[in-house]
């Protein structure tokens, strides 16, 4: 994927030609808190990155809340659709996902929006993982503005597959799922859309996981270890429940009913 510089807007004034700077927003996840030293460090990077692009950064949208994890990205992708913005930056391409799964998805959105994304910093020189946003799968980045491509912990699906007649009809469908505390109270919700081969995992605007249909199967049916994907990892409780981890923040609980109704179902 291409990327370009922006370019400034001339405008005539007391007639004198005077350069506008595009105005550009940012983009970050701060789960360790606003005051934490790499949040701090990737809000400088999106602000020098901007002042060596000749953009006018206006806003750093940032995740800081880990039972909404995309609330700052809907909001972002509400500015850039009525500003009509055309850059949003981000520190490094672990603030977009935690595999290219997941940074790829997140990068559609706003592309879809109508802008495009800058990477702020690329690979040190040493090899050593940038700081801040999702603990990737990799200790190895990709240079600035390309997807990275951090190796699975799950083997990655295939969208495209040959599906071999099966007698039998399989469900395919969307499941709203509410999640729980550990006093049971509802916190928040998910949405699973089964599709033949996969299952996407959605949390409001934000594509946490895409999970082989045969591999989620088989791990409900015997789920000896977790189940890790993408953004999101998935255990079994002693009663019968999954915990849900999203970017390796607090638990999440699917009750035992739903498990069982998603069990009868993929």
Same mark, same amino acid.
């Given at each position: 994927?291409?990327?370009?510089?922006?370019?400034?807007?001339?405008?005539?004034? !007391?007639?004198?030609?005077?350069?506008?700077? #595009?105005?550009?927003?940012?983009?970050?996840?701060?789960?360790?808190?606003?005051?934490?030293?790499? @949040?701090?460090?990737?809000?400088?990077?999106?602000?020098? =990155?901007?002042?060596?692009?000749?953009?006018?950064?206006?806003?750093?949208?940032?995740?800081?809340?880990?039972?909404? #994890?995309?609330?700052?990205?809907?909001?972002?992708?509400?500015?850039?659709?009525?500003?009509?913005?055309?850059?949003?930056?981000?520190?490094?391409? =672990?603030?977009?996902?935690?595999?290219?799964?997941?940074?790829?998805?997140?990068?559609?959105?706003?592309?879809?929006?109508?802008?495009?994304?800058?990477?702020?910093?690329?690979?040190?020189?040493? !090899?050593?993982?940038?700081?801040?946003?999702?603990?990737?799968?990799?200790? @190895?980045?990709?240079?600035?503005?390309?997807?990275?491509?951090?190796? *699975?912990?799950?083997?990655?699906?295939?969208?495209?597959?040959?599906?071999?007649?099966?007698?039998?009809?399989?469900?395919?469908?969307?499941?709203? @799922?509410?999640?729980?505390?550990?006093?049971?109270?509802? @916190?928040?919700?998910?949405?699973?859309?089964? *599709?033949?081969?996969?299952?996407?995992?959605?949390?409001?605007?934000?594509?946490?996981?895409?999970?082989?249909?045969?591999?989620?199967?088989?791990?409900?049916?015997?789920?000896?270890?977790?189940?890790?994907?993408?953004?999101?990892?998935?255990?079994?409780?002693?009663?019968?429940?999954?915990?849900?981890?999203?970017? !390796?923040?607090?638990?999440?609980?699917?009750?035992?009913?739903?498990?069982?109704?998603?069990?009868?179902?993929?």
């Amino acid at each position: 994927m291409a990327f370009a510089r922006g370019n400034s807007i001339g405008l005539e004034h !007391g007639g004198k030609t005077m350069a506008v700077k #595009p105005t550009v927003v940012g983009y970050q996840r701060a789960l360790e808190g606003p005051e934490s030293a790499d @949040v701090i460090r990737g809000r400088h990077l999106i602000a020098a =990155f901007a002042a060596q692009e000749s953009y006018t950064l206006s806003e750093i949208f940032e995740e800081s809340d880990p039972t909404q #994890p995309s609330a700052a990205l809907s909001a972002l992708l509400d500015v850039v659709h009525r500003l009509e913005l055309r850059v949003v930056i981000v520190p490094n391409v =672990f603030h977009l996902g935690r595999t290219a799964w997941t940074q790829q998805a997140t990068r559609r959105q706003i592309e879809r929006a109508g802008a495009r994304v800058d990477v702020a910093e690329s690979v040190p020189s040493d !090899g050593e993982r940038p700081t801040g946003g999702c603990p990737p799968n990799t200790d @190895v980045q990709s240079p600035a503005r390309v997807p990275a491509t951090p190796t *699975r912990r799950q083997p990655r699906p295939r969208l495209v597959r040959r599906v071999p007649p099966v007698a039998r009809s399989v469900w395919t469908g969307r499941m709203d @799922v509410v999640l729980s505390d550990l006093r049971d109270v509802a @916190v928040g919700a998910l949405s699973l859309v089964v *599709r033949l081969d996969h299952v996407f995992i959605w949390q409001g605007s934000r594509l946490l996981a895409v999970l082989d249909r045969d591999h989620l199967r088989n791990w409900l049916r015997r789920p000896l270890r977790a189940f890790a994907q993408d953004d999101v990892t998935l255990s079994r409780t002693q009663r019968g429940r999954l915990h849900l981890l999203v970017d !390796g923040s607090t638990a999440r609980l699917f009750s035992r009913e739903t498990v069982q109704q998603l069990a009868g179902l993929v």
